[in-house]
């Protein structure tokens, strides 16, 4: 398994704006010819090393047998959309490039990408977002130092734009960057931190806190601003890989990332809101660093039960450091225990987890051969599930489509 995202955050974002802008591909051949998706999942893949690199939404039949190749199998983004900020609900694909300035909604038909609607949009770079129901999406990021959010109807592609009332930036910082969203009962509940542009600073300017506005919908009101100082950083981008979730009870959890905003101090924490309130649970810290020998939270999926699969990246000051994976009881915020999976070698972005019939399904991208594992919470058990094969380099995130 290849890694071409192991540079610092600078030099990446520099390099996604240049796929964005100039998307690359490999040539396809005979063994390419686009065939009708079987399955009811997908998985994005890389195949390259930077900046060769060409990108595939490829149908996967089977998450638990069989192997997943792009030969005759995979529809090509490159050119098209950037690979792994690629949001998906019910089989339609939606991105925002603000490199090109345009807001599109995707689906995947006999091997192709098709486009059923792409509309201009420079107002935000987007990096979280929240679905309110099925048919409204809404979608949050920075521009011009500002934080602001788009209601979308996806069925039509139609867009209200506005500008968030946020705490002001502190010194050093020049916009607002964005984690976990989550929607309950009425009210949007968004993290955010700050983000920087002038990269000379020495040393690079860290978060002073975590923030969490409580936003009503669909008035985008924020009515009030939970601040938290023992930790730093919202996980996230979530248009990358989920940080939070809300459970059968109706309380929500969200976890810090330190690391990914340049604090290698502070600790990666799991929170709680508690069903019906709009502060944090004072009951509920769950300090996942000092359980995971200073790792943090790159990513969580819930999988019922109480119980969370954190992707755990282990102590350093690199976010594409190796991960793993563990399970964690969120309800009564204790550590269950690390996953013996393969250390997985991919960079942080990476949507690796599917839950279905109380199951999760892991992509794990490993040093030698890439599966998707099955874990059981109720026997506590791993099995090898399907294998990719023929040359895929990177498995980007893994979909339930249907």
Not at 389 to 401: F, H, P
Request: aromatic letters at 12%; one cysteine or more.
């Amino acid at each position: 398994m290849n890694r071409f995202f192991s540079y610092p955050a600078k030099a990446m974002l520099v390099a996604l704006t240049a796929v964005m802008l100039n998307g690359c591909s490999d040539s396809s051949d005979s063994e390419n010819t686009p065939v009708k998706e079987e399955g009811k999942y997908s998985a994005i893949l890389c195949v390259g090393a930077w900046p060769n690199t060409a990108y595939y939404i490829a149908d996967v039949p089977s998450l638990t047998n069989g192997s997943i190749s792009l030969k005759g199998n995979g529809a090509e983004m490159t050119g098209k959309v950037y690979a792994q900020d690629i949001i998906q609900k019910d089989g339609f694909y939606y991105h925002a490039n603000f490199g090109s300035g345009r807001f599109g909604k995707y689906h995947v038909e006999n091997g192709s990408l098709v486009i059923d609607k792409e509309v201009p949009f420079t107002f935000l770079n987007w990096s979280s977002y929240v679905w309110v129901d099925d048919q409204t999406l809404v979608i949050l990021g920075d521009a011009e130092g500002e934080g602001r959010y788009a209601i979308v109807k996806v069925a039509d592609m139609t867009l209200t734009t506005g500008k968030l009332d946020l705490k002001p930036k502190p010194a050093g910082f020049t916009g607002y960057n964005f984690g976990f969203a989550e929607y309950r009962d009425g009210k949007l509940f968004l993290g955010y931190g700050y983000s920087f542009s002038d990269w000379s600073q020495n040393p690079l300017p860290v978060n002073p806190d975590f923030n969490v506005a409580v936003v009503g919908y669909p008035s985008m009101k924020v009515e009030s601003i939970i601040t938290e100082t023992r930790t730093t950083t919202p996980g996230g981008p979530i248009v990358y890989a989920p940080a939070s979730f809300k459970d059968e009870n109706g309380d929500i959890y969200f976890v810090s990332d330190p690391v990914s905003g340049y604090d290698y101090k502070s600790p990666s924490v799991v929170y709680r809101i508690k069903n019906g309130a709009t502060t944090l649970d004072a009951s509920y810290y769950f300090d996942l660093s000092a359980k995971t020998s200073n790792g943090m939270g790159a990513a969580m999926w819930y999988i019922g039960n109480g119980k969370a699969i954190v992707r755990t990246r282990v102590a350093g000051q690199s976010i594409d450091a190796d991960h793993s994976f563990s399970v964690i009881d969120v309800k009564s915020g204790t550590f269950i225990k690390k996953l013996d999976l393969p250390a997985d070698k991919g960079e942080r972005m990476v949507n690796a987890v599917v839950v279905e019939d109380g199951n999760a399904y892991i992509a794990v991208n490993a040093a030698d051969k890439d599966y998707i594992w099955q874990y059981d919470p109720k026997t506590d058990k791993l099995t090898k599930g399907a294998e990719f094969v023929d040359g895929i380099d990177y498995i980007l995130r893994l979909e339930k489509t249907k």
